[in-house]
């Protein structure tokens, strides 16, 4: 059993912890260690933290409170939604109070007209989903975390998952946000106006800044008209290649395209290991494609006469009923705990010019055998966006030279070292190799601006 990347935990002023129970009230702040351990260990178990209290506000009100009092005695907070982030991001390694932001969880009404929610930092977003459905609308963002996933952590790290072929990322659904800024002001800008030109837009500088400049305590939500007809298939290829062009080909031909997300034999072989299914087709396939289509009227046959003018197709299987959907998706969407039960691994979450996808995905497991041996390298991702989940286990926590080779493949054919978990802990030193030197001292400087005591996520996003 290797260890975990761990962090310290210095001594906490007197006084502070008195004053932050004053504010939260007493049960909302939790010290005992059996209770808080959860919120210092990060899902996959690579980054374990340490930390003397966790703050469970309930208001932004009460998130301004706690940001004032820990800047007078300059003592850190790490934020935190779910704790589902896959960089450290989340974790006080630096031994910083966890300010947990999952009570803010007040989401609705929709309004119909327009369709936007507000939704508070704490809401899960599964909720916002069901919300906008009952509402006859649909939330364009979706991740295999739903169930816990918050809006604030969705908003913090501009998260991306399974639709952005069709709607972006969480950026593109973002019309306006609350937050309290590292120098304790609050920031509210929620009338949802679509056109508002009127200067900075600060829902863009917060989304992806991975809680590096303030707490967003809530967002304004762009919500989609919804495609309650869906219909899924697998597809096998022969290789990543042919894979990778099929998603662009549909993509061109189906406008009801939803999803397109690549997995290979590996993955699949362990996936079934794991979860006991069953094969998707009688013989195996070097790579699989995903799709999901979806549409206010049954978009069956546009898939089916899209899948038959793709070459090189070798196997099709279409769901013709939402079990077998959710059995053709779990091949996908179990890979993230099916590879855990290998020990935490190493997240590299990399996007490549399309055209080098394939060719990447072919060179990455040398790459790291040649600096790890002993590793196993698992690839799946979501093929639209040129988006690859490189996992790598078998090597310790804290050895980074797997990271190193694979980060700097990633640079050299002009891809980005973080596709949607952002860089958090885990990639902050090679920042530079898609940042400039220009970029990151505008970074620094607008941290300066705007958490000039650097209160929040200290540890987080920019190099040391
Ligand atoms: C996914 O696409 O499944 C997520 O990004 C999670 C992961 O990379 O493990
Ligand atoms: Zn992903």
């Known amino acids: 059993m290797t260890k975990a990347v761990t962090g310290t935990q210095p001594g906490l002023p007197a006084g502070l912890l008195a004053e932050l129970r004053e504010v939260l009230g007493a049960p909302h702040l939790l010290t005992d260690p059996e209770v808080t351990a959860s919120f210092t260990t990060d899902w996959t178990g690579r980054f374990v933290g340490a930390t003397a209290a966790v703050l469970r506000p309930s208001s932004t009100a009460e998130v301004a409170a706690v940001l004032s009092a820990c800047r007078r005695h300059g003592v850190a907070l790490c934020l935190q939604g779910a704790n589902t982030g896959l960089v450290g ?52 963002v979706d991740m295999a975390s739903r169930q816990s996933a918050t809006v604030g952590g969705t908003v913090a790290t501009n998260a991306g998952g399974l639709r952005v072929l069709r709607y972006g990322d969480t950026r593109a659904q973002l019309l306006g946000v ?43 939500l762009r919500l989609v008209p919804p495609a309650p007809e869906r219909v899924v298939a697998l597809l096998g290829f022969g290789g990543v290649g042919p894979a990778v062009a099929a998603a662009g080909a549909l993509r061109r031909r189906l406008g009801s395209l939803e999803a397109a997300e690549l997995f290979v034999a590996d993955g699949l072989d362990l996936v079934r290991r794991v979860t006991g299914a069953g094969p998707p087709f009688a013989r195996t396939h070097p790579a699989y494609l995903l799709v999901e289509a979806a549409a206010a009227s049954d978009p069956t046959d546009d898939l089916a006469q899209a899948i038959g003018s793709l070459e090189a197709v070798g196997d099709v299987a279409v769901a013709v009923d939402s079990v077998r959907a959710a059995e053709l998706w779990r091949y996908r969407e179990a890979h993230t705990e099916a590879i855990n039960t290998l020990g935490a691994p190493h997240k590299l979450d990399v996007t490549l010019p399309l055209g080098s996808l394939a060719e990447f995905m072919d060179r990455v497991p040398g790459v790291v055998a040649a600096v790890a041996p002993e590793a196993r390298c698992w690839l799946f991702g979501h093929a639209a966006d040129g988006n690859v989940h490189v996992n790598v286990t078998g090597v310790g926590p804290d050895d980074e030279r797997v990271d190193e080779s694979v980060l700097a493949l990633v640079a050299d054919y002009g891809g980005s070292i973080s596709a949607e978990h952002g860089i958090g802990v885990a990639k902050r030193r090679w920042l530079g190799l898609n940042r400039s030197e220009a970029e990151i001292a505008t970074f620094r400087a607008i941290k300066s601006a705007l958490d000039p005591d650097g209160v929040c996520n200290p540890g987080v996003l920019l190099p040391n």
């Open 89 to 140: 991001g989340g974790v006080p390694l630096q031994g910083e109070l966890v300010l947990s932001l999952r009570r803010l969880a007040t989401l609705g009404p929709v309004d119909p007209l327009s369709g936007q929610v507000t939704a508070g930092a704490g809401v899960p977003l599964a909720d916002v989903q069901a919300t906008a459905r009952a509402a006859g609308w649909a939330y364009g």
């Open 178 to 220: 609350e937050a309290v800024l590292g120098t304790g002001q609050t920031v509210s800008h929620l009338a949802g106006l679509v056109k508002d030109n009127t200067g900075y837009h600060l829902p863009s500088l917060l989304c992806g800044s991975e809680g590096t400049l303030g707490v967003v305590t809530a967002a304004r």
